[in-house]
């Protein structure tokens, strides 16, 4: 965490004072704006940035929302009387780390008021990752046979991609199971892969069938995969 020089003389009180004057900040509640995320609310941005401030400042400082649908939001704790915290603004005018947090936050809010709200590119490609495995697991993967099916009527029988996929998903101890599967390795492995966030919580991979060819290619040996990402390997 760096630390300006440039804020040096602002008190911790005049800090939070800032933060509330950015535009980052709903005035009405302290809301954090750019990070409230959940099923029905927020991008994948604001997930990001919602994880991005909660691993970089823990929960100090902050109140969580969490609500129905998976809502989450941060909100700032600039008030002294706050009940939820009686003990966390006790003294901490001189409490060094709070200012240094402080002088994080402030500069972070007002790069987002000039700049596209994202705090860490870093941290959006293991969101838009982590979603993409989980709807891998949750049910992409049950829908593979009908796509092989559709895509391969006559090298992969009817009945058989399906059982063929079980054998690969049990040749593997249930713990592993989902993180050392050929098919999905494959499928995830494809370079061509674009996946998209359409919600906080819900992504598509807009070259999924040419994933599903891919994948399928190599492990079911069916010859040599016509897939742009495997013809430029070979020309
Ligand atoms: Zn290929």
Redesign the pocket.
């Known amino acids: 965490m760096s630390y300006d020089g440039e804020y040096q003389g602002y008190s911790v009180r005049e800090l939070l004072d800032m933060l509330a004057d950015c535009q980052g900040v709903d005035r009405a509640d302290n809301r954090i704006e750019f990070c409230g995320w959940g099923d029905y609310v927020g991008s994948v941005l604001d997930r990001a940035n919602y994880e991005s401030l909660l691993e970089t400042f823990g929960n100090d400082g902050f109140y969580i929302n969490a609500g129905y649908h998976e809502y989450h939001a941060l909100q700032l704790v600039t008030d002294q009387r706050e009940p939820m915290f009686p003990d966390l603004y006790g003294g901490i005018e001189e409490d060094e780390t709070i200012r240094e947090r402080l002088v994080s936050l402030v500069q972070i809010f007002s790069r987002l008021e000039s700049d596209y709200p994202l705090i860490s590119d870093e941290k959006h490609s293991e969101v838009l990752d982590t979603l993409a495995e989980e709807y891998w697991d949750d049910c992409l993967w049950r829908e593979i046979p009908d796509d092989l099916h559709d895509m391969f009527p006559d090298d992969i029988q009817p009945g058989e991609e399906w059982a063929q996929l079980r054998r690969l998903r049990n040749a593997y101890p249930p713990g592993l199971r989902g993180h050392d599967d050929v098919f999905r390795d494959s499928y995830f492995g494809?370079e061509g892969n674009e996946w998209v966030a359409e919600t906080a919580t819900n992504v598509v991979n807009k070259k999924h069938h040419e994933a599903v060819?891919?994948a399928a290619?190599r492990v079911f040996n069916l010859g040599h995969?016509d897939?742009y990402?495997?013809q430029e390997g070979t020309s």
Do not use: K
């Open positions: 494809y060819a891919h290619y995969c897939c990402v495997c």
